[in-house]
């Protein structure tokens, strides 16, 4: 048995209790280089810890290999020691999974499909799924914290979600898929 999540277009406002979009989307915040480069500048909200908690910024790079819709999980996890952002150095796009926290646990899932040239930061302890790009395999930078302590939680879920793209428009199906998900819990 399993749980179905329809897929959503990746959006400031529908991501920002979970993190950033990072793209260069709207008008840039300066023009630089003699006019030649668009800077589109503080475009995460990046917490690397601070007091005893405190890390340091890391770039690392992971290669992903590629998923396809639907797509079956039942792991999620989250950093509890700072943010984490995950920026696609090719353009191809990708599932990205997140779960408000409830109580220590992840709660309702939501699922994005981030599109070339979309980035996201993870705010930090914000449960997520693992990489998972569509299609085609993927190199992202990512942007986390280096430090000491435990900055990794997985939690298996007991009952899998199934992520499917909507068959009609995103907004009436997602809401559909709420309202459905919240009448099981009522």
Do not use: C
């Amino acid at each position: 048995m399993s749980r179905t999540l329809h897929t959503e277009p990746l959006t400031a406002e529908a991501f920002a209790p979970f993190g950033d979009v990072i793209e260069a989307a709207g008008a840039p915040d300066m023009v630089i280089n003699q006019g030649f480069a668009e800077r589109f500048h503080d475009r995460a909200r990046l917490d690397f810890g601070t007091g005893s908690d405190a890390g340091r910024a890391g770039i690392s790079l992971f290669r992903a290999r590629p998923r396809a819709l639907p797509y079956r999980f039942s792991l999620l996890e989250r950093h509890p020691l700072g943010s984490q952002a995950f920026i696609p150095m090719q353009a191809t796009p990708w599932l990205v999974i997140v779960a408000p926290d409830e109580s220590g646990r992840p709660g309702l899932p939501r699922a994005f499909i981030a599109q070339p040239g979309q980035g996201v930061n993870y705010l930090r302890a914000t449960w997520h799924g693992v990489l998972t790009p569509l299609g085609e395999p993927a190199l992202f930078a990512v942007i986390d914290r280096i430090g000491e302590g435990n900055n990794l939680e997985e939690i298996w879920l007991d009952t899998p979600y199934v992520v499917e793209q909507p068959h009609n428009n995103h907004n009436q199906t997602r809401r559909t898929g709420l309202q459905q998900e919240r009448e099981k819990h009522d």
